[in-house]
């Protein structure tokens, strides 16, 4: 008689699929009764299994995916589509509503009600699609209870602290629930950043007035100025959720926190400053959703694409990703790492810190802690036999020495590096201390970047170029007559009023060759460098950025305001559409 595999045990199911093997399931089962957790998260938290092959699996099986609730933070938007009548008749609870796409996320034991669709439907309009998630009832039930009957809104929970007593010995003691006005507060705040894509959140005391700042797209925009009083409150509750020590605030602290916005688990890296005015605290959101981009995503051209594929075709050598903090390096060098990711491949690296947790890769964070640095920790990394290691930043001579000469014991070696250009970055490691004799033969090449923004799709303006354009000097006559685009001034609400929405890299990738080895063995200037670079078609960051430019993605003015396109003006024509 032949088993159906739907009927089998999660477990047994996924060794047969051979996403698992009969040694992986086992310590799984064994950290299964230790931890008291479920077998699936057990077999993502030791990374024998993605969440998202097994998600796959249980949308097979049930319908829907799993959700843990733990970090959960409420999407008011969801809690008023669905009535609470509703949720506790049915068991259902609402983590996330899209209005714009009629998109509505309900967690359930039940996925597929179909009473619970149809009225919703009635209520919310024909048109709602809903996405089912797998809850444990008791979750779903405690959910209920825990969430409904607050107000989530800021502007609500700030008039709730205005009328009400605050009880600071149980938000200090990490005993205060969301009855406590403060916790929705910081958890509110965390979420809006997310949602409008935030990758910093900036709370700085001033005066009377506590300004709180996001930075969207690079740019810093002041979102809301709360009264003062508000913050001792607030400061507390971060330093708890952060692991920081609350009665310190004449130093320093660093800590990290994660919540569950919309239905996925976002963390985040927390840094409190003292100043003149107080504690000053900034966030850094580590979405790895929207942050780990796939390799084929990356936006390169198909030349671009050959180049970089060359550079990591050598089993050994130095490549390095330049740009200043900001620029999207680590995104760029975790999407190689996990293109290079496979089970015959042993990679590690040292990061200060680590940002995103990645399957199968040995990740080793940089602190006082762990009484490591960069130097001494690519030592001990070429003792745990690897083939790749990624070295978070190259920063002072040691650094640059280890890793260059990590790559001669035949290693490929990644890391980020300073510098304005990619021709600039052998300057910088001459500047390091590290020899020609060294760089030539193992640097396999550099990949330069900036992050521009993208124009609002929504409100973009379309312009035909011609002659006498602003445009026109840097485009050139050969694309007389193609439509490019321009930021709408005032934008519109898709794109906040900016005129952009979202980023994207542009990037110069610059392959050492045996020629380029030679000029860098006997120490040529920059402009050899770049005169030989030039010759075999390399071509400068700005010129990708006319590339995006020309295929409707951004605007002149935006590569502009992060490149030196005046250096253009003496180069050759701009890149066709194509790349």
């Not at 959910?143 to 600071?168: C, P, V």
């Not at 995006?548 to 066709?576: F, H, K, N, W, Y």
């Amino acid at each position: 008689m032949t088993t159906n595999p739907q009927t089998l045990p999660l477990g047994e199911r996924l060794v047969r699929l051979g996403l698992v093997t009969e040694d992986q399931l086992q310590v799984a089962l064994i950290e299964q009764r230790n931890r008291q957790a479920r077998l699936g998260e057990v077999l993502v938290q030791l990374g024998f299994v993605s969440e998202q092959a097994l998600q796959e699996l249980l949308a097979e099986t049930l319908g829907s995916k799993a959700f843990d609730f733990s970090g959960f933070v409420p999407d008011a938007r969801a809690l008023q589509a669905v009535p609470k009548y509703l949720a506790q008749t049915q068991q259902v609870f609402p983590i996330s509503y899209e209005a714009d796409e009629k998109l509505l996320v309900l967690a359930s034991n039940r996925p597929g009600n179909l009473l619970v669709v149809d009225q919703l439907r009635a209520s919310i309009g024909s048109d709602l699609n809903i996405e089912w998630r797998l809850a444990n009832p008791a979750d779903v039930i405690a959910a209920i209870d825990q969430y409904y009957g607050f107000d989530f809104s800021i502007e609500g929970i700030l008039k709730e602290i205005e009328t009400g007593e605050l009880d600071m010995t149980s938000l200090a003691r990490g005993q205060a629930g969301y009855s406590h006005p403060v916790v929705r507060l910081v958890d509110m705040l965390l979420a809006d950043a997310v949602n409008r894509g935030a990758s910093d959140l900036h709370f700085e005391p001033e005066g009377s007035i506590l300004r709180v700042r996001y930075r969207i797209d690079g740019v810093m925009r002041q979102i809301r100025a709360l009264h003062i009083k508000y913050w001792p409150a607030m400061l507390v509750r971060f330093k708890l959720i952060s692991g920081m020590n609350i009665a310190e605030n004449r130093a320093p602290q660093d800590g990290r926190c994660n919540v569950t916005v919309s239905g996925r688990l976002v963390d985040f890296r927390v840094a409190i400053h003292p100043t003149i005015h107080g504690e000053n605290l900034v966030l850094r959101v580590l979405d790895a959703k929207k942050s780990i981009v796939p390799y084929d995503q990356l936006g390169l051209s198909p030349q671009q694409y050959h180049i970089l594929n060359l550079m990591l075709a050598r089993p050994e050598g130095v490549i390095l990703v330049t740009g200043p903090t900001g620029s999207g390096k680590t995104t760029t060098l975790y999407s190689i790492l996990n293109h290079l990711n496979r089970e015959e491949v042993n990679i590690m690296t040292i990061e200060d810190p680590v940002e995103y947790p990645l399957m199968r890769i040995r990740q080793t964070s940089v602190s006082d802690g762990t009484k490591i640095d960069f130097g001494s920790g690519i030592r001990s990394l070429m003792r745990q036999d690897p083939d790749i290691i990624l070295v978070g930043e190259i920063r002072d001579p040691e650094t640059a020495e280890m890793a260059i000469r990590a790559a001669m014991t035949g290693h490929q070696v990644f890391s980020t590096l300073h510098t304005n250009s990619a021709l600039r970055s052998f300057t910088r490691l001459r500047n390091l201390g590290v020899s020609a004799d060294l760089m030539a033969g193992h640097i396999s090449g550099v990949i330069a970047q900036r992050l521009v923004r993208r124009v609002c799709p929504s409100c973009r303006e379309p312009v035909q170029l011609h002659e006498g354009m602003p445009e026109w000097q840097l485009l050139g006559p050969q694309h007389q007559g193609q439509t490019i685009f321009r930021a709408r001034r005032g934008g519109c609400p898709s794109c906040n009023h900016t005129g952009y929405r979202g980023r994207m890299a542009i990037m110069e990738l610059l392959r050492v060759d045996s020629g380029m080895d030679e000029l860098l063995a006997r120490s040529a200037t920059l402009g050899e460098l770049a005169h030989y670079a030039r010759q075999r078609g390399f071509q400068p960051l700005a010129f990708d950025g006319l590339r995006r430019v020309l295929e409707g993605l951004t605007t002149i003015d935006e590569v502009g305001r992060v490149t030196d396109l005046t250096a253009l003006l003496d180069e050759a024509p701009a890149p066709s559409h194509s790349g």
